[in-house]
């Protein structure tokens, strides 16, 4: 976690966005080249959305309550 807190905002963001896609999906789709744009796609979606910003950050939240 010592990692993660030092990472940016936005970086944290994505590390918790793609965390839970690899878990979603599997360690084998989350290497693949391709999951790049499909993160970065999920990403610009969720970040425009009203509140998506914060909803990741609730996700963080509860991960490390884990």
């Not at 979603?24 to 796609?41: I, Q, R, S, T």
């Amino acid at each position: 976690m010592a990692g993660f807190d030092a990472l940016g905002e936005e970086d944290r963001r994505r590390a918790v966005v793609h965390g839970l896609l690899a878990e979603e999906l599997g360690d084998a789709v989350a290497n693949d080249a391709a999951f790049a744009a499909v993160l970065d796609d999920v990403m610009r979606v969720i970040v425009a959305m009203p509140g998506g910003a914060a909803m990741i950050d609730r996700a963080a939240a509860a991960l490390r309550a884990d």
